[in-house]
């Protein structure tokens, strides 16, 4: 990849970074931290620039992981996040606002079922299944 071709990568997706960022980050970060996020993950996709499949479209995912990533990295880090909510689980190209509203829904009645849950089986579960715990044995 050419510098001429980042650059035209940074101009193309820039918006959509900081739109992952922001949606991820929920009113938890700064907008230094978002933008310092943003820059980040270009930082990362040039550094990583030899590996990577450029063919059209093709760098839209990736970039939206690194940038979701590195979002709840940064969460995690601060604290400020104990478990990763159900609807940042996908970032989808062809979302319709239909499919958002029934990945939403789908969240919100997990959640539910989650936290019906009688103590520790919430605590253990969310532990297990969203923080990657490992359990002794």
Known sequence: MTE??????????????????????KERLSREDIEELASDVFVKLWERRNELNTQEGKEKAYIGASARNYTLNLLKRRGLLSTIPLEEDVISDNA?????LL???KATTIR???ESLPEPDDEIFNRRCY???KIKR
């Open 4 to 25: 001429r071709e980042f650059e035209k990568i940074i101009d193309g997706y820039t918006a959509y970074v900081v739109t992952v960022i922001s949606k991820v980050a």
């Open 96 to 100: 319709t606002p239909e499919k958002v």
């Open 103 to 105: 990945e939403e829904e």
């Open 112 to 114: 539910q079922v989650i």
């Open 131 to 133: 923080l990657s715990f």
